[in-house]
């Protein structure tokens, strides 16, 4: 990074900086021509709510277009914050809101980083004792099919933030040429990879993501082995519970059948939030019936907790609407 563009970086990651002009690392020369020849934030306006639980979304407008951004507590004056890819979705994951969207466009490695800078900065003005501490690339859109923005964008938040890349995560439903291509992306390295499995039997994957069917099982697992190996790094397996869809003792067999390897993956278990598709949430005791058959098969499972669904900001409810 030469020393200019750090400095603008620097300038950027500022929370006390609002515009290029309030920028004291800059000359005043640089300062007026950056304001004359660049937009400090492409966000044309903003809708922010905020829930009980802690949990914030923001609906932010680019270019006409909604996008949707989650802030969400990780501990004591910690906060992640989920990250959108895309307007829209093309994957049609039946139990998604944004996928019921259809697909209208990329967002640009800038506008993908801007999200994390809006909640940088309304950090600072509303929780003064706390601060960022990482990000999951799991709003709306697929990220593995806006690959090169989202790994532009964040290298330029792990760089500018100075947050370890461990603390980022990107989420695919399986864009297997994607997998590949993160193993041995530089701009990536250390960038946790999360699966959205939601089912480890062909037809019933299928029935909730659609892409499967040009993606099968085996092809995944696959495009997963060769990340592990080249990586070493423990593969996140997202899996949202559906009452009476996927959650008998004898998928959860499957799923321990299909990944083997306890050492390469990690189970998180998603609760389903009323969104699309009629589906019902999975019962307590069939959730924990579940986790205790992968817990026995050795694998690290837990049940991920949602936030925000009082404010439509939970896994599958984005929807980009005011």
Known sequence: MNFRHKQCTQALFNPKVRTWTDSTVL????????????VFSEILNFDLREARDGSAKVLLNFAG?????????????????????????????????????????????????????????????HKPTAHLTGAVVMGMGEPLANYENIADG???????????????????????????????????AGVNLAI???????????????????????????????FYQKTEQKIFVEYLMLKNINDSAEMAKKLADL?????????????????????RRSDATQVSAFQEVLRERG???TRRHSWGEEIQGACGQLAGSV
């Not at 914050?81 to 640009?108: H, I, P």
């Not at 480890?200 to 495009?223: G, H, N, S, Y």
């Open 27 to 38: 000359d005043k020369d640089l300062r007026e021509e950056l304001a004359r020849e660049i």
């Open 65 to 125: 277009d909604n996008v949707e951004s989650v802030l969400m507590p990780a501990g004591e004056g910690r906060y992640v914050v989920c990250l959108s890819s895309q307007v829209g979705c093309a994957m049609n994951c039946s139990f998604c809101a944004t996928g019921g969207l259809g697909f209208k466009r990329n967002l640009t490695a800038g506008e993908f980083a801007e999200q994390f800078l809006f909640w940088w900065r309304w950090v600072y003005d």
């Open 154 to 188: 964040l290298r330029f938040l792990i760089d500018g933030s100075g947050i370890n890349a461990k603390h980022f995560s990107i989420s695919t439903v399986g864009i297997t040429e994607g997998i590949v291509n993160m193993a041995q992306d530089k701009r990536l």
């Open 196 to 226: 959205s499995l939601h089912s480890a039997d062909q037809a019933v994957r299928e029935q909730i993501i659609p892409t499967a069917r040009t993606t099968k099982l085996p092809d995944l697992m696959r495009a997963l082995q060769e």
């Open 259 to 279: 990944l083997k390897n306890p050492r390469r993956f990690h189970i998180n278990l998603i609760l389903y939030n009323p969104a699309r598709g009629g589906y």
């Open 299 to 301: 694998f690290d499972c």
